[in-house]
């Protein structure tokens, strides 16, 4: 049997990562396009070329296509059956080189779409999260508004092979699909001028909590970050299961403790929130106004625990079992492992890496885990914003 990946890189510098995945004669494709937005036109003309790429798959039959955008990034995903997989890779050169598209027709989708956006109350508040920690850096840039949408007449933005990664899942010989990817994307010429990436996040400074008044509102949305390690760290794996011991799970212990045996929330939650270069541990939660300061002193309490009543051989064991069959599970579909590689990829992560976390996780320690805890999951290294109503929380503390 062939090797199950094919990995090389083309003399243009794009990247080509073909995987068999599954028996069905699917293709998933991933498209990573480096796309630098240092200012917040530049994201507005990134989110209209995204838009725009998606009317491509009207002149390829077979092919669906869709891309997004964000600061760093435009990723495409594209998918057809086998027997259109001459049409997909046809699309996607279509996609890098450039093509005629209707402009108006996009920024008339997008507005529509963005003002159904705003209209979630959780927008609001990770838009004056970003902004409390990371001041100015293009981090705070989430959504362009229409008066930025409407300013772009035309899109100048291009792509350059280099720093491009192409992802490509289907059931057959990875080194065949490699192959038929270099013959369409061969011929990618690389830009004239490179943009470069953005800065780094700024590390988070604990302790720094602050109010977001929402006056009359019922429930109070707490959101905390803490600086952590990103995954080529050897600790990685260590602190991501004593994230799932703390919330990473129904049974974890910030749950059965806030949730179930307090009723202090609707939800909690710890995780990890990584970006490219940076990696951040989060723990979010939901909760009536009477319970917001309650529910904060109980998180500070749970945190100090992982120190002074570390992570248990059992809940360690589970919170393993729980990682690795939650992970199995949701990338089982091939569409669902394709994002996820490339979500890698988008963050500065190689992708090859997902598919030996589950190996490092099974080999991590009860005490490396303790040791991480230990490290890590102190009250004075978060800060965060709570969104509530000013007359119930004056001055939220975590401490």
């Not at 840039?141 to 350059?160: I, Q, Y």
């Not at 940076?278 to 300061?293: C, W």
């Not at 500065?348 to 303790?370: C, G, Q, W, Y």
Request: hydrophobic content about 45%; aromatic content about 4%.
């Amino acid at each position: 049997m062939s090797n199950p990946i094919a990995d090389r890189t083309l003399p243009n510098g794009l990247r080509l990562l073909a995987l068999r995945h599954g028996i069905t004669p699917l293709a998933e494709v991933r498209l990573h396009l480096p796309a630098p937005c240092p200012t917040r036109l530049d994201l507005a003309e990134s989110t209209l070329l995204a838009a725009s790429l998606a009317q491509l798959q009207d002149a390829y039959d077979g092919v669906e296509l869709s891309a997004m955008a964000d600061i760093h990034r435009i990723s495409v995903s594209a998918s057809s059956s086998m027997a259109d997989l001459e049409s997909l890779m046809a699309a996607l050169a279509q996609v890098v080189e450039g093509a005629p598209i209707d402009l108006e027709v996009a920024r008339g989708q997008l507005i529509a779409q963005f003002r159904m956006v705003r209209a979630h109350p959780d927008i609001a508040v990770r838009v004056e999260l970003a902004q409390h920690l990371f001041g100015d850096h293009p981090a705070t840039f989430l959504l362009p508004a229409e008066a930025e949408l409407a300013s772009v007449t035309e899109l100048r933005r291009t792509f350059d092979p280099r720093g491009a990664v192409l992802v490509l899942l289907t059931s057959a010989d990875p080194e065949q699909m490699a192959d038929a990817a270099e013959k369409a994307l061969g011929g990618w010429r690389p830009a004239a001028r490179s943009v470069p990436p953005l800065p780094p996040l700024p590390a988070i400074e604990g302790g720094r909590l602050a109010l977001l008044p929402r006056p009359g509102a019922p429930q109070s949305r707490i959101r905390l970050r803490a600086q952590a390690l990103t995954p080529d760290d050897d600790r990685y794996p260590a602190l991501f299961l004593a994230c799932n011991v703390l919330g990473g799970y129904v049974s974890s212990r910030l749950s059965r403790n806030l949730r179930e045996d307090k009723g202090y929330v609707y939800g909690i939650t710890s995780m990890f929130d990584l970006h490219p270069g940076s990696g951040f541990l989060a723990i979010e939660a939901d909760t009536a106004v009477a319970t917001t300061n309650p529910a904060l002193a109980a998180v500070a309490d749970e945190l100090r625990r992982m120190r002074t009543h570390p992570p248990t051989g059992d809940e360690i064991q589970a919170a393993r079992a729980f990682a690795m069959g939650s992970t199995a599970t949701r990338l089982a579909p091939r569409a669902a492992f394709a994002t996820a590689l490339a979500d890698l990829t988008a963050k500065a992560i190689d992708p090859l890496f997902l598919l030996d976390f589950s190996r490092k996780l099974a080999a991590v320690t009860p005490e490396a885990v303790v040791a991480a805890a230990e490290e890590f999951l102190t009250p004075e290294r978060f800060a965060g914003v709570i969104a509530a109503d000013p007359e119930s929380v004056t001055h939220p503390i975590l401490n």
